[in-house]
């Protein structure tokens, strides 16, 4: 499937681009910095522009069957619109070359129903100190982003991951359009969930948590690495073999617990 990935360049997306080469689909990869791309495949190209060029983004979409969008930017206490701003021109270049299936990050505190039963100081005082100072901004326009996205008439499926962690192998994640049983997700779950999502109708106009169950990091560690900004190392490779036909998403939608 020819498919295109924003936000190729990040943590989330270099292995959302290695998993979905190594699945044998085409990939364009969405990034302001091609040269500083590290993939090279034969069924790799690169597509250099920011996501806030229409002209740029209408490009990247033109013969495309499916997009992924794993865009992100650091928290920041300034006003944030990358998420809508670009999503909008997303959208716009999706109806203007007819590619109907989008998968796209967003993040679990934009649901208000948000509960990841971390325990009293998580939830009482840990979470809505992040929601309130420096995640406040990227949540409002992540908020922005999904409501553009829900009222297109485009086959959207949204996926909100908790806090997310470097991880060497996919994991029997969880995928609900309920509470979420954890506070983290890690990158590889996330990128393979991304993936799924082309060959999964049932996810068609929902919004999913996906958490990853097992091997999660601890507050201390997400914080450093994540909050801080210490992002550990990616993988040097991921890969992971088509899943067999999943149907519907539940627990352990994942292809398995299979080594990258
Ligand atoms: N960190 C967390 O704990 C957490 C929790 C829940 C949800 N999320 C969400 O998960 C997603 C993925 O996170 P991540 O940490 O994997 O992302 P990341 O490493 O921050 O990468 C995001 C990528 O987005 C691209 N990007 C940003 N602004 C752009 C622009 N104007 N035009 C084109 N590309 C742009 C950048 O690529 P280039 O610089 O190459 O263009 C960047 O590499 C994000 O949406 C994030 O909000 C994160």
């Not at 990040?10 to 292995?15: E, P, V």
């Not at 997303?90 to 796209?104: D, F, K, N, S």
């Not at 991304?194 to 996810?203: A, E, G, I, N, T």
């Amino acid at each position: 499937m020819n498919i295109v990935c924003f936000g190729a360049n990040g943590a989330t997306g270099r292995l959302l681009v290695r998993q979905a080469l190594t699945e044998g689909h085409a990939v364009t990869a969405f990034t302001r910095h091609p040269e500083a791309f590290p993939i090279r495949d034969d069924r790799l190209q690169l597509a250099g522009g920011d996501v806030l060029d229409p002209s740029a983004v209408d490009k990247a979409v033109s013969g495309q069957k499916a997009v992924l969008s794993c865009l992100g930017v650091p928290f920041s206490r300034k006003p944030i619109s990358v998420f809508s701003h670009g999503m909008a021109n997303i959208l716009q270049a999706m109806r203007h070359h007819g590619v109907r299936r989008l998968a796209c990050v967003s993040a679990t505190p934009v649901d208000p129903r948000y509960d990841t039963r971390g325990g009293f100081i998580f939830e009482k005082a840990l979470k809505p100190v992040i929601s309130r100072t420096i995640g406040r901004t990227m949540y409002h326009d992540l908020r922005r982003m999904e409501s553009l996205v829900t009222q297109s008439d485009l086959d959207w499926t949204i996926l909100r991951p908790s806090g997310l962690f470097a991880a060497s192998s996919i994991t029997d994640y969880q995928v609900t359009g309920g509470l979420t049983a954890g506070q983290f997700t890690s990158r590889t779950d996330l990128a393979d969930c991304l993936l799924r999502q082309l060959d999964d109708d049932w996810s068609i106009h929902r919004a999913l948590a996906v958490t990853t169950v097992s091997g999660q990091p601890g507050f201390l560690r997400f914080f450093l690495t994540e909050v801080i900004g210490k992002k550990t190392a990616l993988p040097a490779r991921s890969a992971c073999p088509p899943a067999a036909s999943e149907g519907r998403p539940s627990m352990g939608a994942a292809c398995g617990r299979r080594p990258l």
